[in-house]
């Protein structure tokens, strides 16, 4: 029975975060929030990512 309430709250948390998102006309463009990123940010994020690549083709070294 537990399970089905944190379930049915998060689903209506969703559905109420994308009512306001709709009402208020917020877009979301994940593009678009890179572009406001700093140099250092964008060379830690693409450090980060190239070592996760490397990581995930090679999982068991």
Excluded at 16 to 40: E, F, H
Excluded at 47 to 55: D, F, I, P, S
Aim: charged letters at 20%; zero cysteines; glycine letters at 6%.
């Amino acid at each position: 029975m537990g399970w089905i309430l944190l379930i049915g709250s998060l689903l209506v948390l969703g559905f109420v975060t994308d009512w306001i998102a709709k009402k208020r006309n917020v877009q979301i463009d994940p593009l678009k929030g890179n572009s406001r990123a700093t140099d250092n940010e964008r060379i830690y994020t693409e450090t980060y990512l190239h070592h996760q690549r490397e990581t995930n083709s090679h999982p068991y070294l």
